[in-house]
């Protein structure tokens, strides 16, 4: 731990800005401070990673407990569900019961529910166990970044931002990788377990670096109790709809109408009860300053585009390349090996360049990838997927720690818990917006591609018809002894073929609708003011 600090402490920047070079000293920061960041971090990252580490083996769990395609996908919901709503609650309750208390406390809870889901013996369970998991390790994201903001001096808080950024960029990226190993050579019950042993290092870390403090319960009294109800709903409900949504036929399900309005009705209340109140759960005027509206709002596409292509990639893999779990992570590891030797260089970069630049080529980075993926074909494998993925895990690596730096440069420690709360919202509520779109833009595409590619395949056409003729000849010398039973499976073939095609073209337009997002994200970057100007004028 010793040469692990040596190495961070080495890493000094004196301000963001390209145009200061006068000398100045750069404030010392104690181990102690250090280990607690580096704690709450690795915890951060096994939060995030649980989304995704799940999501790999989501066909295995179902069948191990009985649930069937649909209700199995409520074992990621769940967690879902509950992180975003314990994401905005962080900054208050910390306050209530102390950060040490707060955080050691849900740390403790995480890895009990974890090894408690491992143990799941039914759907009911599982459901249960994964909402308080998640209700436990939602906690860990936000209090992470908080501790970056308020324990480190402006100086070092690039390097803290860098360490969060594994949490909030490679986890997505590995989790799949680590998903599909240990279900495919361990079991399913090993995506839980595996988070005991960095588990147990995280407890010790925070346990000797946090500073015990008094609580102060006092403020479960003073509590913004009508916010905190219509926010929890109003999440709760959103949540589920961008969930289910596309499965239910979205406003044709009588079930996801109701929800939208429950939906619509709680975070519209949340908002006026929020901006009314003297002592609000979030501070949201901190969405009016400049580059913390902005910052946030790159953020939400970064959040889009981050989980949707984590999300997107899996579904291709599986649907056209046949892929299983252990290989779909092999091919997703190259979104996340490239970013540990990446992230460590950030800081050195924000110190040099002027970070909107570093952030704008990080975006541009992303947005290329996925242009690069808009051309697919059937033989689009893990071979022609290794670029895009190194130039998206690059992209990545770049854009978040200065983006997080920028849009919180100014926030004064009494709004940290707020902004800590309301940028980690904005990306997983990105993130769930993301896939539902994705979703459903994919089924529509795919629709309308297999509209377009069937006009010309008629029994009119005499190359439709010598295509029947020679598979049906195929299914003939291979076995099936009946001429008609030969013709019909020759005509299920084209229809596979169309349909699968109609899904590539469907893919391709899902990755140039990706790239999309992170140009309007870049937009939203070219217009946060120069870092200098932040640290002069303020937080205006």
């Not at 906690?139 to 803290?160: D, H, N, R, S, Y």
């Not at 420690?413 to 833009?441: C, D, H, V, W, Y």
Request: aromatic share 10%; net charge neutral.
């Amino acid at each position: 731990m010793t040469a692990l600090t040596t190495t961070i402490e080495s890493v000094e920047l004196s301000d963001h800005s390209p145009k200061s070079r006068a000398p100045q000293a750069t404030p010392s920061v104690s181990a102690r401070t250090w280990l607690a960041v580096i704690g709450a971090t690795l915890g951060a990252f096994m939060a995030v990673l649980n989304i995704q580490i799940v999501n790999a083996s989501l066909e295995n769990i179902q069948g191990a407990i009985g649930a069937g395609i649909d209700d199995g996908g409520w074992i990621s919901t769940s967690y879902l569900i509950a992180e975003i709503i314990v994401i905005p609650l962080s900054g208050w309750l910390a306050q209530v019961f102390s950060i040490r208390v707060y955080l050691l406390t849900n740390a403790i809870l995480f890895l009990a529910f974890s090894a408690a889901c491992a143990l799941a013996q039914d759907l009911p369970q599982m459901i249960a166990l994964r909402a308080l998991q998640g209700f436990a390790g939602g906690v860990l994201i936000p209090m992470a970044f908080t501790l970056i903001i308020t324990l480190l001096p402006k100086a070092k808080q690039p390097v803290g931002l860098a360490l969060f950024a594994l949490s909030a960029t490679f986890a997505p990226a590995i989790g799949p990788t680590i998903g599909g190993y240990l279900t495919e050579n361990w079991g399913w019950q090993y995506i839980f377990y595996v988070n005991l042993a960095p588990g147990a290092l995280m407890i010790a870390m925070l346990w000797v670096s946090l500073e015990a403090r008094p609580m102060k319960l006092e403020l479960l009294r003073q509590g913004d109790w009508p916010g905190i109800i219509t926010m929890a709903v109003g999440l709760g409900a959103l949540q589920t709809v961008l969930e289910e949504g596309n499965k239910d036929d979205w406003f044709g399900s009588p079930f996801i109408v109701r929800l939208s309005i429950i939906a619509a009705i709680a975070l519209a209340l949340f908002l006026w009860v929020e901006l009314r109140s003297n002592k609000p759960l979030l501070n949201l005027r901190l969405l009016a300053r400049r580059d913390f509206g902005l910052g946030s709002l790159a953020n939400f596409l970064l959040g889009v585009a981050l989980y949707g292509s984590v999300f997107i990639m899996p579904v291709y893999l599986s649907r056209i390349q046949g892929y299983n779990a252990e290989q779909i992570g092999m091919v997703l590891a190259w979104t996340g090996l490239p970013q540990l030797a990446l992230i460590p260089l950030v800081p050195r970069l924000m110190k040099r360049f002027d970070s909107r630049l570093v952030i704008s080529v990080g975006f541009a980075l992303f947005a290329v990838s996925n242009f690069m993926n808009i051309y697919m074909t059937t033989d689009y494998g893990s071979d022609q997927l290794f670029w895009p993925n190194v130039i998206r895990a690059a992209g990545q690596a770049l854009a978040f720690a200065p983006l997080s730096a920028v849009a919180t440069a100014g926030i004064e420690a009494e709004n940290a818990g707020s902004a800590s709360a309301l940028f980690n919202m904005m990306r997983n509520l990105g993130g769930a917006i993301g896939i539902a779109i994705l979703q459903t833009f994919l089924t529509k595409r795919e629709q309308y591609h297999s509209n377009v590619l069937m006009q010309p395949v008629s029994l009119f056409e005499q190359a439709t018809r010598t295509r029947i003729e020679a598979l049906t000849q195929y299914f003939i010398n291979h076995g099936v002894l009946d001429p008609v039973d030969a013709s019909h499976r020759a005509l299920v073939a084209i229809g596979q073929t169309v349909q699968k095609q109609a899904f590539i073209l469907a893919f391709s337009d899902t990755f140039y609708l990706l790239g999309v997002t992170l140009i309007v994200a870049l937009i939203a970057t070219v217009l946060l003011r120069k870092p200098g100007h932040l640290e002069a004028g303020g937080a205006h």
